[in-house]
């Protein structure tokens, strides 16, 4: 636990929380901490700050939360994630990547090589989604929670979900297919980072020639993300990681500009 994730339902008064669970079990039994102690904690969708642990029993540990007067700012660059939606095992971890990365918006959609099945996992639910998402959080220091929706067609939703949405943005976006086939890699089609990205994440199969074409002529570029073949939790922490060197190496360039 990098970060206690403190969320609405905790409060129980102004700056009083109450957690209970895998959160108390941690403080306690492997932080081993106790009354008057201090961990980082951080509000879903707010502030970072510092919690003093008031009171702690069997059932429950009760904490004052003081933020931070510097509140960390949002990730940068502002980075979306469309998943073609995995096996309900992979989708577990994508949930958690997602949170630990500070994702903003992680949708699920229908592809060629989807199974029909996974659309029946009752993981899907939102209620079910949240704890890995709020994993994540903890795992990497973010308070950030991810808007998470889920698509049962590949048309329909670049038609009447992605298109307006990327329309109505402020800023044009950066959107980027990684494909093994493709010629260039990411630095060569990548562009300042001032703006929303979106990373299209293929199915275990990849994507078919339809679903390529179709995407490149909504403007979206095709890179080679790696030497070799990856499982989708790793081309999205590959992808992640990537933009994230690349969006610091042109800040670093504009800074000496």
């Known amino acids: 636990m990098n970060l206690l ?8 008064s102004e700056n009083s929380f109450r957690v209970s669970g895998n959160r108390q079990d941690h403080i306690i039994r492997v932080l081993k901490l106790g ?22 029993d069997k059932t429950s540990i009760t904490l004052n939360f ?14 979306d994630i469309i998943c073609a939606l995995p096996r309900p095992q992979t989708v577990r971890k994508v949930l958690n990547l997602a ?3 500070g994702v903003r918006k992680l949708d699920f959609i229908r592809a060629n090589r989807v199974e029909k099945s996974y659309y029946h996992s009752p993981l899907l639910q939102p209620d ?4 890995y998402l709020l994993e994540g959080l903890s795992q990497g220091k973010q308070t950030r929670l991810s808007l998470v929706s889920v698509h049962e067609r590949f048309k329909p939703y670049f038609e009447d979900v992605f ?5 109505a943005d402020s800023e044009s976006s950066l959107k980027l297919l990684p494909h093994p086939e493709a010629e260039s890699n990411l ?20 994507w078919v020639d339809f679903e390529i074409e179709f995407m490149m002529e909504l403007g979206f570029s095709c890179f080679r993300l790696a030497r070799p073949v990856l499982r989708v939790e790793s081309a999205a922490i590959a992808a992640l990681s990537q933009i994230e060197l ?4 042109d800040k670093f360039c504009s800074e000496r500009n």
């Open 163 to 167: 298109i307006p949405n990327d329309s």
């Open 187 to 206: 630095s060569q089609v990548f562009q300042s980072t001032n703006r929303r990205i979106v990373v299209a994440i293929g199915p275990e199969g990849g």
């Open 66 to 79: 003081v933020a931070d007067e510097n509140q960390l700012p949002d990730p940068i660059p502002c980075v």
């Open 246 to 249: 690349l969006s610091d190496f």
């Open 99 to 101: 949170g630990t990365w």
């Open 35 to 56: 009354t008057n102690d201090q961990i980082r904690a951080g509000i879903v969708n707010g502030s970072i700050g510092s919690a003093k642990i008031e009171r702690s």
């Open 128 to 131: 079910k989604m949240r704890p």
């Open 5 to 12: 994730i403190l969320d609405e339902s905790d409060r129980i």
